[in-house]
Structure formats: C-alpha cells, structure tokens
C-alpha cells in the first residue's frame, strides 16, 4: 500500500493537536489529522504486512512506525552510505508485490561514486532493525556534484519489473541523451537485470536501462490500476 505525498505532508507536517483539524480548499474540504510527530523531511512511506510503516527522512535514515503511529526512535541501520546534499538523500521506500514471500524491500537513494554522486537503486531485507542481504541493482552514470532534480520513485508494475525515476540533475540537456540516466525512467527486472525487450537495449552507445527519455524530475509515479 502507498500513501500519495501530500498525504504524507499533512501527516508530517501538520501541528495541530491531537484533535482533526479541518482545511477548506477551493473546491474541497480535507480533515488533518497528525499521526506521528519527530519526523525530519519525511520523503517517503510504505506499509508492511504487519501494519508497521517504513518513512524515509531525506538525511539518510530509514525509521520505522508502529501501527498505532508510534515513531520508534531507533532507525534501521545496515544502509549504504547516503550522501544528503542539496534535495538529495533517502528517497522512496517500496515493499515487493511479493513480500510475504519474499521478503524485499526497494530504496531509492543518492549514492556516491567517481565524479559526484547520484541516484541509486538498493533493495534488502528487514532483520529487525537491520537491513539484511542488501544488494546494489542500479546507480546512475555519469555521476555530477550538482545538488538537484535526484527523481527517485519506485513503481512495480506486478509482471516482475521495477521503474525508477531519474531527474535531469539540473542540466537539461542530459535528459535527451541515450548514453547518459539523467533524466530519464530505468525499467529492471526486480533483480537488477536489463530486459531484453528495453527500447535502447540495441542501440549503440545508448544506456540500454533506459525506458524512457527527456524527463525533468519525477517525484512522482504510480501504476494505472486497469492499463499497467
């Protein structure tokens, strides 16, 4: 289950107290309720099986909350090493469609590497508070030192393949080229491997993880529940 981002401002950021509070937009009227409060730039949410919710904080830290909203102060340790800079950092947080059976659990984060850093996809399993098994599946290249448009959604499509969003990293013309991630959607298969039926899989020269190409900074991504 995922949570809409602004949901998960209201969540976060909204400093009323333990009673609703009611805010009237222009054409529609929302009940604020905050349910957890010690969060620092919340980014992202998922639940698991058990009720429990992982939230991403943009500083690096994977935390977990209780199903009746309990912030536990101890976050999950066992990441990579998250480089916060700029508007990067911890990213989205996502559960397999297959979890009870497997057990994997997605992050999109930013990562370091030669020439900067950028936009890296991980997965792992939860050992109470210790991520087990972690396993790089994606890093974005060429890396750069600029501090923004990371992107950084995870969607699972349910037929066995993971999309990851990549922002333009502030230079737009990267976002047209085959042979640079920036700017573009990365579609694997759920263990990191390059399908064969990608759009650029063939082309010389071109980055064949790419689905798409000429996107600015995708904070958001959801799959269409009757097309896919």
Same mark, same amino acid.
Request: aromatic share 8%.
């Given at each position: 289950?995922?949570?809409?981002?602004?949901?998960?401002?209201?969540?976060?950021?909204?400093?009323?107290?333990?009673?609703?509070?009611?805010?009237?937009?222009?054409?529609?009227?929302?009940?604020?309720?905050? @349910?957890?409060?010690?969060?620092?730039?919340?980014?992202?949410?998922?639940? @698991? #099986?058990?009720?429990?919710?992982?939230?991403?904080?943009?500083?690096?830290? @994977?935390?977990?909350?209780?199903?009746?909203?309990?912030?536990?102060?101890?976050?999950?340790?066992?990441?990579?090493?998250?480089?916060?800079?700029?508007?990067?950092?911890?990213?989205?947080?996502?559960? &397999?469609?297959?979890? #009870?059976?497997?057990?994997?659990?997605?992050?999109?984060?930013?990562?370091?590497?030669?020439?900067?850093?950028?936009?890296?996809?991980?997965?792992?399993?939860?050992?109470?508070?210790?991520?087990?098994?972690?396993?790089?599946?994606?890093?974005?290249? #060429?890396?750069?030192?600029?501090?923004?448009?990371?992107?950084?959604?995870?969607?699972? %499509?349910?037929?066995?393949?993971?999309?990851?969003?990549?922002?333009?990293?502030?230079?737009?013309?990267?976002?047209?080229?085959? %042979?640079?991630?920036?700017?573009?959607?990365?579609? @694997? &298969?759920?263990?990191?491997?390059?399908?064969?039926?990608?759009?650029?899989?063939?082309?010389?020269?071109?980055?064949?993880?790419?689905?798409?190409?000429?996107?600015?900074?995708?904070?958001?991504?959801?799959?269409?529940?009757?097309?896919?």
């Amino acid at each position: 289950m995922r949570i809409p981002l602004t949901l998960m401002c209201l969540i976060a950021v909204v400093s009323t107290p333990a009673h609703a509070q009611t805010i009237q937009s222009e054409k529609y009227t929302f009940r604020a309720v905050t @349910l957890v409060r010690g969060l620092q730039n919340p980014w992202s949410m998922a639940f @698991l #099986p058990d009720g429990r919710m992982l939230v991403t904080e943009r500083e690096g830290r @994977l935390r977990i909350v209780s199903k009746d909203f309990k912030l536990d102060p101890k976050p999950v340790e066992g990441l990579p090493e998250i480089v916060a800079t700029g508007q990067g950092g911890l990213f989205d947080v996502a559960i &397999h469609p297959q979890y #009870p059976q497997n057990g994997w659990i997605y992050w999109a984060y930013n990562a370091s590497g030669p020439g900067g850093w950028g936009t890296t996809l991980a997965r792992g399993k939860l050992d109470g508070y210790r991520m087990a098994n972690v396993q790089i599946l994606f890093s974005l290249e #060429p890396k750069t030192r600029t501090g923004q448009h990371f992107g950084g959604r995870i969607v699972f %499509d349910g037929k066995g393949m993971v999309y990851l969003t990549l922002g333009d990293r502030g230079e737009m013309a990267r976002a047209q080229k085959a %042979d640079d991630h920036a700017g573009s959607v990365i579609r @694997l &298969h759920d263990d990191g491997r390059v399908p064969a039926d990608n759009p650029l899989v063939n082309r010389a020269g071109a980055k064949p993880e790419k689905f798409t190409l000429g996107n600015r900074n995708m904070q958001g991504a959801a799959l269409h529940p009757q097309t896919g």
